[in-house]
């Protein structure tokens, strides 16, 4: 009995089988790549600005920038203030050096008015309130402006959290869209074997002897479109990762930890299960109304 083959699946049916898979593989690699990344990304950002703030110091003609008088008057004033740990000026090349990767042009750089700043960094342990620090700045330094990066870092927690949703969202898009391709296509493998699933149980195969034939070959083509996707991604992540730092500059501080791995190795594994339980699925529901 079991010496009697299924005819062979149709060759366009197979290749359908392993470009879905493959695409899904793909697809949902690098939209789980993409979302690890945007979460490290703000992770990063907001830790580097956890104990920092910037004052700015202004001047209401902009041909008469504040001096270095201006400058080292304002760090006593603020190394002053209860809670401060350090203070220093970002020289006006450090400030270039953080525009070039979004402007590009170095000769850009160096015509723009750039503003005079002061890095401030704040006592972990008793770290001072806004509120304070802007006060006090106001009463001793009226043309400095304190930012708190609390607005950018708000922001940008709620742009990683959108974009993490928008990822996942696509992510389970891409999973039931595979489902039903998969689904629709075992039902066609089973339709173009009826007749020999027909004499396999007239002569007493058991359903799970037929539901293991579609299986094999399901399982297969998962593994052909599994492995061709995950080529796929690595190779699309490593050119994103050696030319994308000229698109993105954030690029530059991509990385992905063992937990983010582990994730990703479950694409694959993932689809090649998915594949052959939607396939025995449908191959127990046709088999069962077999008389």
């Not at 806004?130 to 001793?140: D, F, G, L, N, Q």
Request: one cysteine or more.
């Amino acid at each position: 009995m079991t010496s009697i083959p299924l005819r062979s699946e149709n060759r366009v049916m197979s290749a359908l089988s392993v470009l879905v898979i493959g695409v899904m593989v793909a697809l949902g690699t690098l939209v789980l790549v993409g979302a690890a990344a945007v979460r490290h990304v703000d992770l990063e950002w907001r830790h580097a600005l956890a104990d920092r703030w910037t004052v700015e110091l202004e001047t209401a003609d902009p041909a008469h920038p504040p001096g270095q008088p201006d400058i080292e008057q304002a760090i006593l004033v603020l190394r002053a203030i209860p809670g401060i740990a350090d203070v220093r000026s970002i020289g006006h090349d450090e400030v270039r050096a953080l525009l070039q990767p979004w402007l590009r042009d170095p000769a850009l750089t160096a015509e723009l008015p750039l503003p005079v700043l002061i890095d401030i960094r704040l006592d972990p342990q008793t770290p001072p309130q806004p509120a304070m620090v802007t006060r006090e700045i106001s009463t001793k330094l009226p043309n400095a402006k304190l930012d708190d990066h609390g607005a950018w870092t708000r922001d940008l927690l709620r742009i990683a959290q959108t974009g993490e949703a928008l990822g996942l969202a696509f992510f389970i898009a891409i999973v039931l869209t595979t489902t039903f391709t998969i689904a629709a296509t075992a039902r066609a493998h089973l339709a173009v074997n009826r007749t020999e699933i027909a004499l396999l149980h007239s002569i007493g195969a058991t359903d799970r002897y037929i539901v293991r034939q579609f299986q094999a070959g399901a399982l297969r083509s998962a593994l052909i479109g599994a492995f061709s996707g995950g080529v796929v991604a690595v190779a699309v992540l490593i050119a994103f990762i050696q030319k994308g730092s000229a698109v993105a500059p954030f690029v530059s501080q991509f990385r992905l930890d063992r937990i983010d791995l582990a994730i990703l190795a479950c694409v694959p594994v993932g689809a090649i299960l998915l594949t052959t339980s939607v396939a025995g699925l449908a191959a127990r529901s046709s088999v069962r109304r077999l008389p």
